[in-house]
């Protein structure tokens, strides 16, 4: 059985459409759009852009401010190739 080692997140740029550019560590980089978060609880704060713009790389993923974050699985398979 072969099993596939995702790319760690080493780099995010927030993007004014709510949307993140991710390039993880195998050079690829990837949009992820975080839209359909925004109206779930933990979520909601980031549709102010100050706070949406705290989106920094956190361990395999990316993380904001207050500690809302993506599983590095959605990361990375839920995102386009850019």
Request: proline letters at 9%; glycine letters at 2%; aromatic letters at 12%.
């Amino acid at each position: 059985m072969i099993f596939m080692i995702r790319p760690k997140a080493v780099n995010v740029t927030p993007q004014k459409d709510c949307t993140l550019l991710v390039t993880f560590s195998n050079d690829e980089k990837r949009l992820f759009d975080v839209k359909p978060y925004l109206d779930f609880k933990p979520f909601e704060e980031l549709k102010n852009p100050v706070l949406f713009n705290t989106v920094k790389p956190a361990g395999l993923s990316v993380a904001w401010l207050h500690g809302q974050d993506i599983c590095p699985d959605e990361l990375y398979y839920n995102s386009v190739l850019v």
